[in-house]
């Protein structure tokens, strides 16, 4: 019974996300893929809560408790750390101010930089290749743990200082032939941050406040958190793979890699922009930045767009998707952008939820097994 449902379930699906009456017929269907798909532990996971878009229709819903001693339930409002998930917000932000040519794509990084933290042996390295993972930069720097002075708060005392002088320093290992060019990097975007900022002038929370966050009404997006503030309170308590609970993250760098703290409805209303659902001047942008652009060598059909990871599925429609977590939390947000759904999985832990967010995308989708029409498929070049 792994990972098949009755087609019957299937039919009933479309008829029930098609009209966006019962949710709660949606809502059993989730809860069996849970049951039968996953091994997912509430002694472990508080709480978490799954968003679905399919077609005009929303459904939320919310599973558990905002942390392990209290009785209050999670809402629209309860906020996560997403992790890298951020990344995703940063490629959009990349592709807008190359749209506004205050970036190039091809343009190299040292450009971007002072003479005084410009590396010769990354004279090629472009833009392009930092936001595809083509850099060929580590995912950390090498003295990273060296600085590392809180227990579950890794970021809080690397700066960006301490970031350009590891750039300045590094040496690349070259690639061999058989090697891919795809090496996943939260130092590309680290790097890629310091960049933003120089070219605006700004910090880069307010930068993408101003290009993305505020135009799309996406009021409850941020990085800083002040454990003070009382419009931050909804920050949901995190906890550790053993069920302990762990501080929230605070970062010097790497804020356009993993910083971004972000609820459903805000992250329901980004899915949105790409499936063209909401009205936004983007569309061709992020359309573009959910392309298949590198094949990550880790299987025929697994690819990098702009910040978003891609899935060639045979006879169906690329999903689009990427995954986040920090020390307390796990974040999923993934789409079809030809049936318009999408899904937004968000936990107060950081012990996996078992693909759940995958599975409810291919649900929705009638298991992978809708075939595109003859029309859509491309045709084969005469040669």
Not at 39 to 66: C, L
Not at 244 to 253: E, G, M
Request: hydrophobic share 35%; with cysteine; proline share 3%.
């Amino acid at each position: 019974m792994k990972y098949l449902l009755p087609i019957l379930l299937f039919s009933l699906l479309f008829q029930v996300s098609a009209a966006g009456q019962d949710r709660n017929q949606l809502k059993e269907e989730i809860d069996k893929t849970i049951y039968f798909d996953t091994e997912i532990s509430h002694d472990k996971i508080p709480g978490f809560t799954v968003g679905i878009i399919f077609q005009d229709s929303v459904f939320i819903y919310h599973y558990g408790t905002e942390s392990k001693k209290s009785q209050q339930t999670l809402n629209d409002s309860s906020l996560f750390e997403i992790g890298s998930i951020t990344k995703i917000f940063t490629a959009s932000l990349v592709s807008i101010l190359v749209e506004e040519n205050l970036l190039n794509y091809d343009s190299t990084l040292n450009s971007y930089f002072d003479k005084k933290y410009r590396n010769k042996y990354l004279d090629t390295l472009t833009i392009r290749s930092l936001v595809q993972h083509t850099a060929n930069l580590p995912k950390m720097p090498v003295d990273f743990g060296a600085h590392e002075k809180e227990l579950n708060n890794p970021y809080a005392h690397y700066t960006k200082k301490q970031l350009l002088n590891f750039y300045k320093k590094y040496r690349p290992i070259p690639l061999g032939k058989k090697d891919s060019r795809y090496m996943y990097s939260n130092v590309s975007y680290g790097l890629l941050e310091i960049a933003i900022e120089k070219v605006c002038g700004k910090d880069y929370e307010s930068i993408l406040n101003e290009k993305i966050l505020a135009p799309m009404g996406m009021n409850n997006t941020f990085a800083a958190y002040d454990k003070k503030e009382k419009s931050k309170k909804n920050l949901t308590k995190a906890y550790s793979r053993n069920g302990q609970k762990v501080p929230h993250w605070d970062f010097q760098s790497f804020t356009a890699s993993e910083g971004l703290k972000s609820n459903v409805t805000d992250l329901i209303t980004f899915l949105k922009l790409h499936l063209d659902l909401q009205e936004t001047p983007y569309d061709s942008l992020f359309t573009d930045n959910a392309s298949p652009k590198v094949n990550t060598g880790m299987s025929d059909n697994a690819f990098m767009g702009n910040g978003w990871h891609v899935i060639k599925l045979k006879k169906y429609y690329n999903a689009v998707l990427h995954a986040g977590s920090s020390s307390g939390h796990r974040a999923f947000i993934g789409f079809v952008k030809e049936t318009q759904t999408g899904v937004v999985l968000l936990s107060n832990s950081e012990s996996g939820t078992g693909g759940l967010g995958y599975l409810v995308l291919r649900l929705i989708n009638y298991n992978w097994k809708k075939e595109k029409s003859k029309k859509e498929k491309p045709k084969k070049k005469k040669h």
